[in-house]
């Protein structure tokens, strides 16, 4: 019996500390990729499949089962909202421009419409159009289009 | 929306029965022991949730077949332990990460539901994570981590394309999965089913 308590032992410490290291590489990834959308990917991945594999180690340890659901509820929380929130900041970083263009091999959402030619009113100062004369005419024109379709 | 004209009671209840369900569920999992007190206690809390804070019903619904629920969630599995490993070792390796991509991936599902698993899960597999969804055009804007070529980017297409379709065969209608036959962007037959 002692023998199966270490065994159990032995498993829940493999499985903590593997996932305090993925935690621990999630931070890792924050500091040293070059921007907000890469650093969404290293504060969701790794994260969540450390924060899974401490609840794995946890529910081994742990006794009684009252423990177990409440992990389990944990687990399931953790894959449902990390997606929504890596999804929404990485959506308000790239519509606010906050991307290094220069790391990107390709970007089709900039091809296909035309985000960085008018203004949108939500822009850090720090991104302007790329011929901003011409893009606030445009918007402007755009605007009184859309009044008029109104 | 169905044919039959039942009174909007009864139609409100058998669209919430899923969510009083999983909110007894998730109350009784709380609370860590089983007990009548914990399941008529859960069924109060997620009646008195519902109807005060009542939301707008999933278009559609739900089926779920069982095999392609089972192979769905394998794969599932599988991507979500691998891209954590992938991502940690790109975050450890000396030479960090190459370039990254944008790329939109031309969707055939037409369904909220669907749509909103196949982000959640896209978000948890190898290199992808969605930036943006035009639910009108059902494109999806995905950053991806790490690519070196147009090979890769390609190959991360094809990857989205074949979760949608796990997604789809595990939770959509027979209709839905027709859908997945036409090529990319092309109308499906049926006209007026368009969510609001």
């Known amino acids: ?150 | 929306m169905t044919g039959d004209p039942a009174p909007a009671a009864t139609y409100r209840l058998r669209h919430q029965l899923p969510l009083l369900v999983w909110l007894v569920l998730v109350w009784n999992l709380l609370w860590g022991t089983w007990s009548w007190a914990n399941l008529l206690g859960g069924i109060v809390v997620a009646l008195a949730v519902t109807l005060l804070l009542p939301l707008p019903p999933v278009v559609g619904g739900a089926r779920v077949r069982p095999v392609a629920l089972v192979r769905f969630l394998s794969y599932f599995v599988v991507d979500l332990v691998s891209s954590g490993a992938l991502v940690a070792w790109q975050t450890v390796r000396p030479s960090g990460i190459d370039r990254s991509a944008i790329v939109t991936v031309q969707l055939r599902t037409d369904s909220d539901l669907l749509l909103t698993i196949l982000a959640e899960s896209l978000t948890l597999v190898p290199g992808s994570m969605v930036i943006d969804l035009d639910r009108e055009r059902r494109t999806l804007g995905l950053h991806i981590l790490h690519v070196s070529n147009e090979d890769d980017v390609e190959r991360q297409r094809a990857s989205v394309l074949a979760q949608e379709e796990r997604v789809v065969r595990a939770f959509g209608s027979p209709d839905e999965i027709a859908a997945l036959g036409l090529a990319p962007g092309e109308e499906p037959a049926r006209a007026g089913r368009r969510t609001p």
Request: proline residues 5%.
């Open chain 1, 1 to 150: 019996m002692t023998e199966l308590r270490t065994v159990a032992d032995v498993i829940a410490i493999v499985f903590l500390l593997l996932g305090s290291f993925l935690c621990l590489t999630a931070g890792l990834g924050l500091l040293r990729f070059p921007d907000v959308l890469t650093r969404m990917h290293a504060g969701t991945k790794p994260q969540v499949l450390g924060v899974l594999l401490i609840m794995v180690g946890a529910a081994i340890r742990l006794q009684g089962w009252s423990a177990t659901w409440m992990l389990l509820l944990v687990a399931a929380f953790q894959m449902l909202t990390a997606p929504v929130s890596a999804h929404m900041i990485s959506r308000v970083a790239y519509r606010r421009r906050h991307v290094r263009r220069d790391r990107l091999l390709v970007d089709e959402l900039r091809s296909e419409r035309r985000p960085d030619r008018v203004y949108r009113g939500d822009e850090p100062a720090d991104a302007p159009p790329e011929n901003s004369g011409q893009a606030l005419a445009e918007s402007r024109r755009e605007e009184r289009r859309e009044d008029g379709a109104r």
